[in-house]
C-alpha cells in the first residue's frame, strides 16, 4: 500500500465509526476460525488495522510500514516451515497475481492442523453489479485462478481481480480440493448485506451512522441463509492444513 493510501486509509479508519464497527465485527468472526494454539501470521497489513485488534498477530505486507511488523511477500513467505497456528487476511487474495503460489507458500508455515482464514470480496448477482458501477477493481469471471498464468499484474501490489475468492472457494472448490490435497477448505460462506457497501468502505461517504451497525450486522446474520447467495459482497473462508 503506497505511502499515500495507507495515510489515507488510516485518516478514514479515525474518522469512521461505522467503519470501524464492521471491519471490527470482521475481525472477531476470523478470530472466531483461528486455532487456539501457534502464532498468527497476517498477510497484507495494509494500514495495519488488525493489529489494534489482535495486538500479538505479526503483520506483514509487501509494501514497509511503521506499523507492520516485517515486509513478506505473500507468494515467498520468508517464514520456516510449520511456524504459524493460523494465517489471516481482509482484501489481500484478490490482488495476489499468483493464487496457487500463495495457497503453497500457506501450507508449508502452517503447522499441521493450522488454519488461513480470509475475508475477501464475494460475487453475487447484486455484487457483481454494485462493484461495476461503483468500484474501480475489476471484476473477471473468466479467469482461471488454479492456473499458473498471472492473475493480474505481478509488479503492482493494487492490481487485481475481485473475482479470484468466488472462483477459487465456491466455482473450482473441487478443482481446489484435487490440487492442492494439503489443505482442506472447511467453508466459504457469504458475508456483508447491507451494512458494508452502504458504509462506503474507506471512501469518504456513509450512507450509515456507526450506532447503526451492530443492530443491521445482527438482521445480515438472520437474513444471510435467504439473501446471502443472491446480494452478499463478502467471502468468509477457511482452510486447514490437513497434514
Ligand atoms: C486492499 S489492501 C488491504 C489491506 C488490509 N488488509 C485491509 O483490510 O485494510 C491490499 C493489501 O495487500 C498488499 N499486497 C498486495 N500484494 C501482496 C503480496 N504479494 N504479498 C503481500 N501483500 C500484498 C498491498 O500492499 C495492500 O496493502
Not at 494454539?37 to 509487501?62: H, V, W, Y
Amino acid at each position: 500500500m503506497g505511502d499515500e493510501a495507507a495515510t489515507d486509509y488510516r485518516a478514514a479508519w479515525q474518522r469512521k465509526p461505522v467503519l470501524r464497527a464492521i471491519y471490527q465485527d470482521y475481525y472477531r468472526r476470523i478470530l472466531a476460525h483461528c486455532q487456539p494454539q501457534g502464532r498468527t501470521l497476517e498477510i497484507g497489513g495494509g494500514s495495519g488495522n488488525l493489529k489494534s485488534f489482535l495486538p500479538d498477530a505479526i503483520s506483514t505486507d509487501i509494501a514497509a510500514a511503521p506499523w507492520l511488523d516485517a515486509v513478506a511477500d505473500a507468494q515467498a513467505l520468508p517464514f520456516a516451515d510449520c511456524s504459524f497456528g493460523n494465517i489471516v487476511m481482509v482484501d489481500v487474495l484478490h490482488h495476489l497475481a499468483y493464487p496457487k503460489r500463495f495457497l503453497a507458500e500457506a501450507q508449508r508455515v502452517l503447522r499441521p492442523g493450522g488454519r488461513l482464514v480470509l475475508i475477501e470480496p464475494g460475487i453475487t448477482p447484486l455484487s457483481r453489479v454494485f462493484f461495476h458501477l461503483f468500484h474501480p477493481e475489476p471484476v473477471r469471471m473468466q479467469a482461471e485462478p488454479l492456473s499458473d498464468t498471472p492473475q493480474c499484474d505481478p509488479g503492482n501490489p493494487w492490481d487485481s481481480n475481485q473475482a479470484i475468492p468466488t472462483l477459487l472457494f465456491r466455482r473450482d472448490a473441487r478443482k481446489l480440493a484435487a490440487t492442492m490435497p494439503g489443505l482442506r477448505l472447511l467453508r466459504a460462506d457469504w458475508l456483508s448485506l447491507f451494512a458494508y457497501p452502504l458504509s462506503g468502505g474507506f471512501k469518504a461517504w456513509s450512507l450509515l451512522p456507526g450506532f447503526a451497525a451492530a443492530p443491521l450486522l445482527r438482521l445480515e446474520d438472520r437474513l444471510m441463509p435467504a439473501l446471502g447467495p443472491l446480494m452478499a459482497f463478502r467471502l468468509l473462508t477457511v482452510l486447514e492444513r490437513t497434514q
